[in-house]
């Protein structure tokens, strides 16, 4: 019997047509939208993001992406949160995935707090009795007790990020996406997001998480791996990985 | 795919958060199209010797009715976009926010009905048995905005302009459609006949309203209206599962 798996992609490339922007103009050419459907594929410049990407993540396993600009880190990520389907090859996940990428974005400014978190809440599929349960700690957490009634456009960029970390990190899911570890705020609210965010990842079953910083990887993650342009470089441990990336990176090209 | 309940209630946040801005509230989604019914019967009571009796309401239930049609396919064409902090979060998906959207308008249009009912009551309109259909073409032209908006959603994704195309097109269906106008004595039959015959919003909106003023649905009327809604589903899921995996793509 092998191991459980939590995640195992099969040999995934995704590719995108490219789009000049007249490309997205029906007026310019009506029958355009004729010549795309059966001819997108052979006419148009095809991008290819992700090429050959094979991984697995077992249970308590963090993975580190490390890798320059551009190099695909924030699309494996979405790929692994479902929200890109590989064109070729298979994403397998084992459970409930949840990816943290810009989770102030998409609230209602116009909303109040507590309204919000009934959104946010349904959003990410919770039941209205399970939200109303989970009030009170995002509350205590987030230290918003007196702002909660004003509309979210009236909150600080920090109390928005408070607000919107306490709810995203109530329950873990099995497999944790993260695009850039959550840290930053105001200094006296810092120990406490931190303490919350490693509580959430220790949570968690597993983590692959995308960053620049080498401290923190170092810190969080157990296996690494290095993409360049879209393709896996380098695999193993986060060390093995990091000393790849740092070799290479001197190098130009 | 979330639960149908928690779909409804994301709806009605959308409605009841988008007219908490003004001062008045949702009292200034019922002054729009009052004022639009009182200025028009008043003007078409002065050039036309038809009753108010009978054009007011043909007028309210019409407009109220085309607010639904054109809310439907208007937003449709920018669905996704609206929403792409939903999608690029993961979560939801495209059916999920297609839902949403459909719900608030449908929200939207149910409480327009205050103004019907006022109508009803002001001329002292009677309802019988038969009314209870418009309840069913009501179900029918909801369950078309869902595979209305999906469909539009994604081509709207891909092609920035649809935007503008699709309201050009609704402005003139507006007019083709006989909301401000009465149809001639013999319907489909008479000087009007084509606006009726191959229009396929006369069709929906009739579905609605002529239960509403006691007047016959057409065979055509039932023909067109199934015609269009299995084809539309058939179409869409094909489409769907064609290119639902590029619209994260296209946003």
């Known amino acids: 019997m092998s191991r459980r798996c939590l995640i195992k992609v099969d040999k995934c490339s995704l590719s995108v047509p490219v789009f000049q922007p007249e490309d997205q103009q029906l007026m310019t050419n009506p029958l355009r939208f004729i010549s795309d459907l059966y001819l997108s594929r052979t006419r148009r410049g095809i991008v290819n993001l992700l090429e050959d990407i094979s991984l697995e993540l077992h249970p308590g396993e963090r993975l580190g992406v490390i890798g320059p600009n551009g190099a695909g880190k924030s699309t494996l990520l979405r790929l692994l949160a479902g929200i890109y389907v590989p064109t070729t090859g298979r994403v397998g996940i084992q459970g ?20 919000n978190i009934y959104i946010r809440g349904l959003q990410m599929g919770y039941t209205l009795k399970k939200i109303q349960k989970m009030i009170p700690e995002i509350l205590e957490f987030s230290e918003l007790e007196d702002a909660i009634e004003r509309p979210l456009n ?15 990190t109530i329950t873990a899911p099995d497999v944790l996406l993260l695009d850039e570890w959550i840290g930053t ?22 983590l692959v998480i995308a960053s620049h910083n080498t401290s923190l990887m170092r810190s969080l993650c157990t296996h690494g791996v290095v993409l360049a342009s879209g393709r896996i470089v380098f695999q ?3 060390e093995e990985a990091l000393d790849y990336y740092q070799q290479e990176a001197v190098v130009p090209g | 795919m979330n639960k149908p309940g928690s779909l409804i209630y994301l709806a ?6 988008q007219y908490r801005k003004t001062m008045i509230g949702p009292v200034w989604v019922l002054m729009g199209p009052t004022l639009f019914i009182v200025t028009l019967g008043l003007l078409f009571g002065e050039v036309s010797n038809v009753s108010s009796e009978v054009f007011i309401p043909h007028l309210t239930i019409g407009l109220i009715t085309w607010t639904l049609i054109s809310g439907f396919v208007t937003d449709s064409t920018t669905v996704f976009q609206r929403n792409r902090a939903q999608i690029m979060q993961g979560g939801m998906t495209l059916p999920d926010i297609v839902a949403v959207d459909v719900i608030r308008t449908t929200l939207h249009f149910l409480h327009q009905i205050i103004i019907v009912i006022a109508v009803f009551v002001i001329y002292d309109l009677e309802l019988e048995l038969y009314s209870l259909l418009s309840i069913a073409g009501l179900f029918v032209l909801v369950i078309n905005g869902v595979w209305l908006t999906l469909f539009f959603g994604i081509i709207g994704a891909r092609y920035r302009d649809l935007t503008e195309v699709v309201s050009a097109i609704m402005r003139i269906a507006f007019l083709a459609t006989p909301i401000i106008w009465l149809p001639a004595e013999r319907g489909a039959g008479g000087i009007m006949g084509a606006f009726l015959t191959f229009n396929p919003f006369y069709h929906f909106l009739d579905a609605v309203r002529a239960p509403l003023l006691g007047h016959e649905i057409t065979m ?6 199934g015609g269009i809604t299995v084809s539309g589903i058939l179409i869409t899921v094909i489409f769907y599962r064609r290119l639902y995996f590029r619209v994260p793509l296209w946003i």
């Open chain 2, 220 to 225: 055509m009327t039932v023909a067109v209206i």
């Open chain 2, 12 to 17: 009605y946040f959308d409605f009841a958060v």
């Open chain 1, 96 to 115: 409930s995935v949840k990816g943290l990428f810009d989770i102030s974005l998409g609230m209602n400014p116009e909303a109040t707090g507590l309204e």
């Open chain 1, 185 to 206: 705020g105001d200094s006296g609210f810092r120990d406490k997001l931190q303490e919350r965010m490693h509580k959430f990842v220790d949570e968690s079953g597993g």
């Open chain 1, 154 to 168: 009236t909150f600080s960029t920090g109390m928005h990020l408070r607000l919107a970390v306490a709810v995203s």
């Open chain 1, 236 to 238: 193993g441990s986060l």
